[in-house]
């Protein structure tokens, strides 16, 4: 028999292992990570059970536009050994049925490849790519912004549009979550995880970018060119796909799911 329902306290260790077993994950760090991350909901850990074995998971994310809530969607995963079996597609449908009736109707998700969630409503809505940031003039002296300016700055942004991310409380004890460095530059900030850029916000394109060279910008597609980011030759890595949306609603890397 096959039940799809969100898992329990005791069903945990059982979902966390099949996921390290799809994943290739360490069990122990994922564990460590697992349970503390600030979106941990067991309500929105799903799982496919056949004769009482989880076969697949899924975990879905809260998200909120200016334009109402949708949720994302990650680690969706099959046991290797019944992969092929419809599981997967059976337990996507089931989330997103589940979703209707409880007022989220619209989800996102960052594939590898498309066809299965394609199957299930999906749409590409443009590409996340990794792309090296080539700065015009380099500025590695801007001073840090404090987090208290990030926060106003990023919500400003958020609020000129109804189509960008909101970040309520939870959200930003996530960003909070993640060792980021943001340097203060004119109207805004870059914000850096080491090397890489996952998001900036500034009024006019700059002329000097308090980056190091080998830095890269890790996010959609649609965002570098609407803040014209000097980048170069971009090798697209996830596809950024959405189902209820019509068009791509903004948001960085910092806040993937
Ligand atoms: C992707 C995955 C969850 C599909 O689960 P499943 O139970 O086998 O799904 P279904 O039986 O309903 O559908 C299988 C179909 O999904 C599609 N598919 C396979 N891998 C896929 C992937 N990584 N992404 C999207 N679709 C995929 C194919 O069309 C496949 O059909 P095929 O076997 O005829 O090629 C499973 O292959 C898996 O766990 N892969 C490893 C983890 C992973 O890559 N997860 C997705 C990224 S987060």
């Known amino acids: 028999m096959i039940v799809i329902r969100p898992i329990n306290d005791a069903e ?23 349970y503390s991350e600030p979106f941990f909901d067991l309500d929105r850990k799903w799982a496919l059970f056949e004769a009482g074995r ?39 449908r089931a989330v997103l049925n589940h979703g209707r009736d409880s007022g989220e109707e619209r989800a996102l998700l960052f594939a590898h490849r498309p066809e299965l969630y394609e199957r299930c409503g999906f749409e590409v809505l443009d590409h996340v790519i990794r792309a090296p940031l080539v700065p015009s003039n380099t500025d ?29 409380p939870r ?42 060279p080998g830095a890269e910008w890790f996010g959609l597609r649609c965002m570098a060119e609407e803040m014209q980011l000097p980048v170069g030759e971009a090798k697209e890595e996830l596809i950024y796909m959405g189902y209820g949306f019509s068009s791509p609603p903004r948001m960085f890397m910092t806040d993937q799911f």
């Open 171 to 212: 959200r930003w004890q996530f960003w909070k979550w993640n060792l980021r460095i943001c340097s203060e530059v004119a109207g805004g900030y870059v914000c850096q995880e080491g090397d890489t850029v996952r998001e900036c916000i500034f009024d006019v394109p700059l002329d000097a970018w308090p980056v190091y």
């Open 140 to 168: 590695n002296n801007a001073p840090l912004l404090p987090f208290e300016d990030v926060s106003t700055c990023y919500e400003q942004w958020a609020n000129r549009s109804v189509h960008r991310l909101q970040r309520p």
């Open 54 to 92: 989880i076969r697949s998971i899924l975990t879905t994310v809260p998200l909120v536009f200016g334009d109402g809530p949708a949720y994302g969607i990650a680690g969706v995963g099959t046991d290797l050994d019944h992969q092929g079996r419809g599981f997967g597609e059976r337990l996507l």
């Open 12 to 34: 945990a260790p059982a979902f966390l292992a099949l996921l390290c077993r799809i994943f290739n994950l360490d069990p122990a760090r994922a564990e460590s990570i697992f």
